[in-house]
């Protein structure tokens, strides 16, 4: 089963167990681009006081490079203009297509936008505020790649035509970034690319 639904609100509790959120907005995006997935296991949290080490760099090595060219799956923070009420605020999207749908050119990243559900939540808020961050998993290890950088959406129909399925393309560039080996507990086994995704082009 592939589902996406987004929450957005304000943490009311903070505890060693977990997060308590008191939602303001919730609904659902369509499941387009989901590669499906099963829990293969969880492995025991760290002692407290012992966390993950955490690497950061401002500039993509080998490393970051494969593994951004490996993956079939980031997410993308962005957030509106400044402001109140719902209309405002921060935002996370998923994006996924085929290994290789991120092109890597040093430190700028060429993004495809497939087809979506036509909300644009994250072209608008981009186009309002062109700082963003991008997570990267590897399923199967648990390591995470976090990258800040800047967001430029390029229109043109010519740009869109280099990727089979886009509708355009925007780039992101690296200002630095951090990894962490191993740092989400959950593995994940891999099943099937989603039948959007076979239809698009890297």
């Known amino acids: 089963m592939r589902r996406r639904n987004r929450v957005n609100g304000h943490i009311q509790s903070l505890e060693p167990g977990g997060i308590i959120v008191a939602v303001n907005q919730s609904f659902g995006n369509c499941p387009q681009y989901i590669q499906q997935r099963v829990v293969a296991s969880s492995r025991v949290e760290p002692a407290e006081g012992v966390p993950t080490p955490v690497e950061s760099f401002d500039h993509l ?22 402001g109140r009420g719902a209309a405002y605020g921060a935002d996370i999207s998923h994006r996924g297509g085929l290994p290789g749908f991120v092109r890597v050119d040093g430190d700028v990243l060429t993004i495809p936008d497939f087809r979506g559900n036509r909300y644009f939540n994250t072209l608008g808020n981009l186009a309002a505020e062109p700082r963003a961050s991008l997570l990267f998993v590897d399923f199967e290890t648990g390591d995470l790649l976090q990258l800040q950088g800047i967001a430029e959406v390029d229109w043109q129909a010519a740009a869109a035509e280099q990727i089979a399925g886009a509708e355009r393309l925007w780039r992101f560039r690296v200002a630095r970034g951090w990894r962490r080996k191993a740092g989400s507990p959950l593995r994940w086994s891999f099943v099937e ?3 959007t995704t076979l239809q698009t082009g890297v």
Do not use: G, K, L
């Not at 593994?67 to 509106?80: H, K, L, N």
């Open 61 to 82: 090595d080998e490393a970051a490079q494969a593994a951004i060219e490996r993956a079939d799956t980031f997410f993308v923070a962005s957030r509106s203009r400044a």
């Open 193 to 195: 690319y989603a039948r």
